[in-house]
């Protein structure tokens, strides 16, 4: 991260002008607000109160085990895929979690490819911003309108995280991309079935376009599903990473050395194209 490239992302949770580099690790605009910038390579621009509170570093410690099995793996590839056919320059990732998907859609390389990691949690935003270097981070409350410019990204990446739909259709360019990720019904549907994971929303996909219709045009949807051979270990970190850690007691989980456990993994990635309102 540089100041200059973090702040040519955002603008001012107040008045909404642009910010600026000004000075050593401060963002300030026109009208004289000002705002640290961490030297771990991100900036928090949270104003007021807000509703939720980020994963913590518990979660997050909890999805990096996960994760680094490669069994998301196949759906990183798949978004991958339709992000790199945009040949975004500009990817803005709401959401970001550790930045897994983020990461897989950007090259090894250096590019100019530049993409912003943005989430409710600190934590979550410092993993983000660790590596490339052409990633910047933003704390921010995606239901209070973000501190990022007006179209100021050619693609918005959101799996598995809340929507503002009016906010995304205003800091995406005019014929931008948003990729969403949801679960399927199934997904997890073993785990739900032994107590272990929380219920979930079944008609997440008719909420997701009915919610999106008026700013963006539904393009296409792919339908991911496998069955993962999970041990206890593998276990314990998939239900921690998410909500259901909050509901679930570690000792009901068993030991490392217990049978594998098959556990269904099912998304639907959704592909829709910023509407044009004039």
């Not at 300030?28 to 509703?51: E, I, P, T």
């Amino acid at each position: 991260m540089s100041l200059q490239s973090l702040s040519e992302w955002l603008r001012c949770p107040n008045c909404f002008l642009p910010l600026t580099s000004s000075g050593r690790l401060v963002l300030a605009c026109d009208s004289g607000h000002a705002f640290d910038a961490n030297k771990r390579g991100y900036v928090s621009l949270l104003s007021g109160a807000h509703k939720f509170i980020g994963d913590s570093a518990v979660m997050l410690d909890a999805r990096d085990r996960f994760q680094s099995g490669g069994w998301y793996e196949p759906l990183r590839d798949a978004i991958s895929h339709v992000i790199g056919a945009e040949s975004p320059r500009r990817i803005l990732d709401v959401g970001c979690g550790s930045g897994y998907y983020l990461r897989g859609v950007l090259p090894p390389e250096p590019s100019s490819i530049r993409a912003l990691g943005m989430d409710l949690s600190p934590a979550a935003v410092v993993r983000t911003v660790q590596h490339p270097a052409s990633i910047d981070g933003l704390v921010a409350d995606v239901w209070s309108p973000l501190p990022i410019r007006n179209g100021a990204a050619d693609v918005i990446l959101n799996v598995f995280a809340p929507r503002n739909a009016a906010e995304f259709h205003r800091v995406l360019r005019p014929g931008g991309l948003l990729l969403v990720v949801v679960p399927q019904p199934t997904h997890l549907q073993e785990l739900r079935a032994a107590g272990l994971a929380v219920d979930m929303q079944q008609d997440k996909a008719v909420h997701l376009t009915a919610g999106l219709a008026e700013w963006f045009v539904p393009e296409s949807r792919t339908a991911l599903s496998r069955l993962m051979h999970l041990d206890a270990v593998d276990v314990a970190a998939l239900i921690g990473m998410g909500p259901s850690a909050h509901h679930t007691d570690p000792a009901s989980l068993g030991s490392a050395e217990d049978v594998q456990r098959d556990v269904t993994a099912a998304f639907d990635l959704f592909s829709f194209r910023r509407r044009d309102l004039a």
